[in-house]
């Protein structure tokens, strides 16, 4: 269960992180409450929607197979391939911006759209579970694959109740852009939208803020939440920042749920956790930073949260993903830069030092913009960028897998 992100809605792409939203954002209200009058007589109190399927088609592709992911939908210069895993079976998985989903199965690349079933060609994340089900994210909700089949899974937005500092306050949730999905130690999947954070637990969706057991005295609405974690330790980390999430990074423990937002930071695009038990995180500020629970709270050296030493352009607010590879080493992703083929993001790769293991230098290996980072089980690098580009970083050379 992901920036200078993109999301294509009603046939326009939008990067998230340009005031252009802001253009757009009373019609959402207006969206928004008169959903709220649609289901406030038949919705009320905690809400437990059960899985259902949707009718669907055979995981069969309409689109021929090819050699490299090309471009089929009329997607535009900017939209990305935005997200990839691997599966147990060594197939990849590559979600994009506006045309859908492609399976590579190291050979040939298989493309499922909306007409093989899919909810939206715009493809946010993509998880596979503990029993090996591969689900999908998108613009507009979930699916999953079942039977051989793209099954779009229903989940009832309405009005919820949302417990703040253990009151509550009424709020209208409508179909959702899922963002982020992340499966727990115990088999709950959870699942990040534009309104709100769910859990499934095998049975049932539930919204998480639902739950009278939990407490939230920071009034954390997880509202945009675009990547999720969990620890070592249990804990739930959510990294949000989105607008109108802006609440930065927040942690539950199984019990309470706590808001931080060091250096008025309120934007997270990522974390992850290191070898080590800290958490790195790419902050949309102020680069990337390290969290270290063992310090006492804040930001700066010998705080909490510090950030590491790093080069200016990673500090320019366009850092989209991070990873810490099997070795240790870091690799940071940003796609800066107004135009395609601008050079100001890319791809850098961070050593550990022998010497020095705190101590990190920056080397940056691909010059254009990069929204998505992940590694392979033979340690290979895979990255996408705009228009379409997919590469593969084999510790060697960059080898480019799309048309």
């Known amino acids: 269960m992901v920036h200078s992100k993109y999301l294509k809605l009603h046939g326009k792409l939008f990067r998230l992180n340009q005031l252009q939203m802001s253009k757009y954002y009373p019609l959402k209200l207006i969206y928004t409450f008169l959903l709220g009058l649609i289901f406030l007589s038949s919705c009320k109190g905690q809400s437990k929607t059960p899985l259902q399927s949707e009718k669907s088609s055979e995981l069969k592709a309409i689109l021929p197979a090819q050699t490299k992911l090309i471009k089929t939908q009329g997607s535009s210069q900017y939209d990305v391939v935005f997200c990839g895993i691997q599966d147990k079976q060594g197939n990849f998985w590559f ?65 919820r109740p ?85 609440e930065g990074l927040s942690s539950f423990d199984g019990k309470t749920l706590k ?29 990337v930073w390290t969290y270290d629970a063992s310090l006492s709270e804040g930001y700066g050296p010998g705080k909490s949260f510090s950030g590491y030493s790093q080069p200016k352009d990673l500090l320019n607010g366009s850092l989209n993903d991070i990873l810490e590879d099997r070795a240790g080493n870091l690799w940071v992703a940003s796609d800066y830069g107004e135009e395609l083929g601008d050079t100001l993001g890319g791809l850098w790769y961070s050593h550990v ?4 293991p705190t101590e990190k230098t920056f080397i940056k290996i691909f010059n254009k913009e990069v929204s998505f980072i992940f590694e392979d089980k033979a340690n290979s690098i895979w990255f996408g960028t705009r228009n379409m580009g997919l590469y593969c970083y084999d510790r060697k050379i960059i080898t480019k897998f799309s048309e």
């Open 259 to 287: 808001n931080f937002r060091p250096n008025k930071e309120g934007w997270f695009r990522n974390v992850e956790e290191s070898k080590n038990g800290n958490l790195i995180l790419a902050s949309r500020h102020y680069g």
């Open 162 to 246: 949302v417990i703040t500092d253990n009151s509550y306050y009424n709020e209208t949730s409508n179909k959702n852009t899922v963002w982020s999905m992340m499966q727990d130690k115990s088999g709950k999947i959870w699942i990040g939208t534009g309104e709100c954070v769910y859990y499934y637990d095998g049975k049932n969706f539930t919204r998480f803020l639902a739950n009278d057991n939990v407490i939230n005295k920071d009034s954390v609405t997880l509202k945009m939440v675009a990547d999720i974690l969990e620890d070592k330790n249990g804990t739930i980390w959510f990294a949000s920042g989105m607008p109108p999430g802006y």
């Open 95 to 159: 979600g994009t911006t506006g045309d859908g989903v492609y399976k590579f199965d190291g050979k040939l690349f298989t493309q499922f759209t909306l007409k093989d079933g899919l909810s939206s060609n715009c493809v946010m994340c993509i998880l596979e579970d503990k029993a090996g089900t591969i689900w999908f994210g998108t613009s507009n909700g979930i699916c999953r694959i079942e039977d051989n089949k793209i099954i779009p899974i229903p989940i009832s937005f309405a009005i």
């Open 353 to 356: 030092s022998e010497s020095n």
